[in-house]
């Protein structure tokens, strides 16, 4: 994965010169300021710019987690795919279960593991989604239904429900599908890993 660097008096020249090398727009850009060269006596202001192509760090990252699966003893094919501008790996393999792992236990780690390598690479937070067969999105679907059965269920006897233990994901998933309901409203309570969604009633007004 190539690392550019560029100069310019402010940082905004430097990101201009970065731009029209590149011919990208600002936004499929990760940008780093490196270093700042105060004006002296005969030396004028120099601002240095790292620049990544969020194309190529896309590609970086997928052979590294196809190289990561492969160390760990899995053959596997991977599919990364722009959704709502993240990027999602979608992984398919013999061994989809042992990858996902208990309750996606698996998953969430290689996630974790992705977002260290972005954050060592970069220096910024670099959002990314890990997914093995579209278990996350199928998941994801599953939680959200069960969250709107169960906010009508609390809208009609009035009568708080505590779902069971999520992980933060699925937390946020349920927040977010609940988040413009008038009947109910959601909150948070316990400690990790055991952390679960309160869906409540709201009062008549």
């Known amino acids: 994965m190539e690392k550019h660097s560029y100069t310019g008096k402010t940082f905004e020249e430097a990101v201009e010169a970065a731009k029209l090398e590149l011919q990208e727009v600002e936004e499929n850009l990760i940008i780093n300021e490196k270093e700042v060269t105060k004006a002296g006596l005969f030396k004028s202001k120099k601002v240095e710019i790292e620049v990544i192509e969020k194309r190529e760090l896309n590609k970086y990252l997928k052979t590294y987690l196809t190289k990561l699966l492969k160390d760990m003893g899995y053959t596997a094919n991977i599919e990364m795919k722009l959704k709502n501008d993240v990027p999602n790996y979608i992984i398919y393999s013999d061994n989809d279960s042992l990858i996902i792992g208990k309750n996606g236990k698996n998953l969430v780690a290689l996630t974790t593991v992705l977002n260290q390598v972005i954050k060592k690479e970069t220096g910024k937070n ?4 890990v997914d093995v067969n579209d278990y996350k999105e199928k998941k994801e679907q599953r939680v959200e239904r069960l969250a709107k059965k169960l906010a ?4 009609a006897t009035k009568t708080e429900v505590i779902m069971d233990s999520m992980n933060s994901y699925e937390r946020r998933v349920v927040h977010n599908i609940l988040s413009n309901n008038k ?3 959601t909150e948070s309570i316990g400690e990790e890993p055991d952390r679960k969604v309160v869906i409540k ?3 008549d007004k």
């Not at 009508?152 to 809208?155: D, K, L, M, T, W």
């Open 126 to 129: 670099y959002r990314v989604l």
């Open 152 to 155: 009508r269920e609390v809208a």
């Open 201 to 203: 009633p709201k009062e």
């Open 183 to 185: 009947r109910v409203y």
